[in-house]
């Protein structure tokens, strides 16, 4: 029981910087960072027809789209979540890990508004 209990605890440990991972960093081919400060992060994001990124994590924001595309968003637990949106349209997103991928057949491009924690100083 206590070694069942140790592996649980280890791959929690695993799992947690796994929810975390940064796209600009894990997949740099699709985001790029455009500006940053304390109080907001925005990521250019782009994806050929039918690009998959990797599973990763975002903060609440949000995504502008600069084309119309479509996007199919997997969760951890397996759910899929799709997304449709036209060119000049703004929609908030939940906080959290996902994996998406362009599902249309043109390129899709968006900007990503990330919101930081208040630091306070309003």
Do not use: C
């Not at 994996?99 to 309003?122: H, M, R, T, W, Y």
């Amino acid at each position: 029981m206590r070694t069942a209990s140790m592996l649980l605890a280890l791959v929690l440990l695993a799992v947690g910087p796994a929810l975390a991972q940064d796209p600009v960093e894990v997949d740099s081919d699709h985001y790029r960072l455009v500006f940053e400060n304390d109080d907001v992060r925005v990521l250019r994001i782009s994806y050929g027809p039918h690009e998959k990124s990797v599973m990763h994590y975002h903060p609440a924001g949000v995504v502008v789209f600069l084309t119309n595309g479509k996007t199919r968003f997997t969760l951890l637990d397996g759910q899929t979540v799709e997304i449709e949106g036209n060119a000049h349209e703004a929609i908030w997103t939940e906080a959290g890990p996902h994996l998406p991928q362009n599902i249309g057949d043109q390129p899709l491009e968006v900007i990503l508004v990330e919101v930081k924690a208040s630091s306070g100083s309003n």
